[in-house]
């Protein structure tokens, strides 16, 4: 009796042992659908009753805001940047987020802005507006309900660049930046609004959808085929070499624009502009071009970061930017399951960027074509930090 007692507790604990290595190997396999189940709002998006709507005649409705918006002066940039952040929100409440949302605000603050918005401080006014974006979880699934989410964001950025245009941009030339999630809801702003208007493309120093995917075939404006052409469009998604994954997800799960206002799955390749050539072009862009990367994260606000250069070599291949693995320990991802699928904490191609928009902008503003603002564009202007009220 003593052996088949022994036999039966030992048995007992070793399928009690099993069964622990079973949860705990599920919870590591199914680990992201966990968490990705915990970010559902678990409401159709038909039913669901949408966050206040922003106001964008006050400050509390835009992320970044010069001092004085209204006016300018000599001392002033001589263009404005009106910028469409990426997600920020992660989910769980609601399929879009409330703009006062304090983590969603706590991310544009010490990731998106020092990383993303900071290539273009020194010649640009910035306007970047809160507004209901989708949630994280949206970006993760193709259900309708997400797709709706992305369409209704929409809504938010083209009234807030409407109310830049009416009550601050006063003839003045702009580049329209817009980051994932705000690179789409960028392109169909420019596929709306700018595309027909004459005046509007003259103004238009250039656009920049980062890490979004935009038809090679059908762009809402011509792709950047040279370093110094203005007017033109600079998009974008990106893999680094041997991320098969990754390059397989962005064929198969990127939504583009269709038939105006439909999301639908990316046919044939994306436009892809290549940072360090400043060029639409599928030629190898070797290391020793890269103008400089950095981890900007938690950067004081107008201050410059330092920039590392020849971290990356790039080359277009099948509509994708294929990167080389950069050597600082600075790039490599951190932070939350959430965050590591937001964007990244460092910019790859700041000082590209950085150098591309000042090229394009020095062209726009010496072409005797280019139509002249109500004052005259201050000159002289090219070091000077960006005025801002940074809302804590």
């Known amino acids: 009796m003593a052996d088949v007692s022994r036999r039966t507790r030992l048995w007992l604990m070793g399928a009690a042992l099993l069964l622990v290595g079973l949860v705990i190997t599920s919870a590591v396999v199914w680990r992201d ?6 970010l559902d709002p678990k409401e159709p998006f038909q039913t669901y009753e949408p966050p206040t709507v922003p106001q964008y005649g006050q400050r509390e409705a835009w ?3 010069p001092a004085q918006p209204q006016t300018w002066g000599d001392d002033d940039p001589p263009a404005d940047v009106f910028f469409v952040g990426p997600t920020s929100y992660d989910g769980g409440g609601h399929w879009n987020g409330p703009i006062d949302d304090p983590g969603a605000d706590q991310f544009f603050r010490r990731t998106v802005g020092p990383n993303y918005v900071g290539p273009f401080v020194r010649m640009g006014r910035v306007f970047a507006p809160r507004y209901r974006q989708a949630s994280l979880y949206s970006m993760l699934t193709l259900r309708d309900d997400a797709r709706e989410a992305r369409r209704f964001a929409y809504g938010d950025v083209r009234e807030a660049f409407a109310h830049y245009l009416s009550a601050y941009n006063h003839g003045r030339p702009f580049v329209i930046v817009g980051v994932e999630q705000g690179g789409t809801l960028a392109a169909r702003l420019l596929a709306e609004v700018v595309a027909d208007d004459p ?8 656009a920049y959808l980062i890490e979004t995917a935009v038809p090679a075939d059908s762009p809402p404006i011509p792709l950047c085929r ?3 052409e203005t007017g033109c469009l600079a998009a974008w998604v990106s893999a680094y070499e041997g991320d098969r994954e990754r390059a397989q997800m962005l064929r198969d799960r990127s939504l583009v624009w269709s038939n105006g206002d439909q999301l639908v799955n990316l046919q ?3 436009a892809c502009y290549n940072p360090l050539l400043g060029a639409v072009s599928e030629v190898e862009a070797p290391a020793r071009l890269a103008k400089g990367a950095t981890n900007a994260t938690n950067l004081e606000w107008g201050a410059r970061p330092a920039l590392q250069t020849r971290q990356v070599s790039a080359t277009c291949e099948a509509g994708i930017l294929r990167v080389t693995r950069p050597r600082s320990a600075a790039f490599r991802p951190t932070g939350s399951w959430a965050n590591r699928r937001k964007m990244p904490g460092y910019n790859l191609f700041y000082g590209d960027i950085e150098a591309s928009y000042e090229l394009r902008l020095s062209a726009l503003l010496s072409d005797p074509s280019f139509p002249r603002a109500a004052r005259p564009i201050p000159r002289g202007a090219e070091v000077q930090t960006l005025p801002v009220r940074r809302i804590d």
Do not use: Y
């Not at 659908?33 to 915990?38: F, N, Q, S, Y």
């Not at 005046?199 to 250039?206: E, G, N, T, W, Y």
């Open 33 to 38: 659908d966990i968490l990705r189940t915990g």
């Open 226 to 228: 040279r370093p110094e």
């Open 268 to 270: 044939g390749p994306a």
């Open 63 to 65: 992320s970044l805001l």
């Open 199 to 206: 005046d509007l493309s003259r103004r238009l120093v250039a």
